[in-house]
T-cell receptor, first 110, second 114 residues
């Protein structure tokens, strides 16, 4: 059965901390892995990763994919209260099905 | 403005009363999809469509129907809603291209079935 597992389920940190969110997957015919941020509304796109070892960066956020070990990490440095959200990982299968993990809930305290 | 719209945004209905949630996108995307989001279960794909007249089941299709007669619209139909279909529903669209698999999400429809 195809699955995407995210860890930890939730995380509480203080402003300025660095966090690492994990996403592991077992999916047939992998096409790509995506990260989304969800606040109290629809998910918003962060990164798409298709090749191993190539880091994607956007400001304080970065992500990398390891297709050999079947996982991805999302790093957030110098966290701010505005980073508080649920972070979702999704894998696109060969048939264009999207399989989401259950998410990591991040709370950043001032 | 490029967007995905859903209607209604909130709906309370009774068991067995047929309903339709509409979804429309103005980005000329080939791919459209419906998800439901439940606490602790994340986003689960209900149905998706690669293009007009082409639809496929996602992981939780039971109790739902879809149709794709026009490229911009992808309605979700609940023929006989039941309380276990109470959920937050999202429609999404994207290109079908190896260049990007980024999906654009609608604002969500919160459905309560009593």
């Amino acid at each position: 059965e195809d699955k995407v597992v995210q860890s930890p389920l939730s995380l509480v940190v203080h402003e300025g901390d660095t966090v690492t969110l994990n996403c592991s997957y077992e999916v047939t015919n992998f096409r790509s892995l995506l990260w989304y941020k969800q606040e109290k509304k629809a998910p918003t796109f962060l990164f798409m990763l298709t090749s191993s070892g190539i880091e994607k960066k956007s400001g304080r956020l970065s992500s990398i994919l390891d297709k050999k070990e079947l996982f991805s990490i999302l790093n957030i440095t110098a966290t701010q209260t505005g980073d508080s959200a649920v972070y979702l990982c999704a894998v696109v299968q060969g048939t264009y099905k999207y399989i989401f993990g259950t998410g990591t809930r991040l709370k950043v305290l001032a | 403005e490029a967007q995905v719209t859903q209607n209604p945004r909130y709906l309370i209905t009774v068991t067995g009363k047929k309903l339709t949630v509409t979804c429309s996108q103005n980005m000329n995307h080939e791919y459209m999809s419906w998800y439901r989001q439940d606490p602790g279960l994340g986003l689960r794909q209900i149905y998706y469509s690669m293009n007009v007249e082409v639809t496929d089941k996602g992981d939780v299709p039971e109790g739902y129907k879809v149709s794709r007669k026009e490229k911009r619209n992808f309605p979700l139909i609940l023929e006989s809603p039941s309380p276990n279909q109470t959920s937050l529903y999202f429609c999404a669209s994207s290109l079908t291209s190896a260049v990007t698999y980024e999906q654009y999400f609608g604002p969500g429809t919160r459905l309560t079935v009593t």
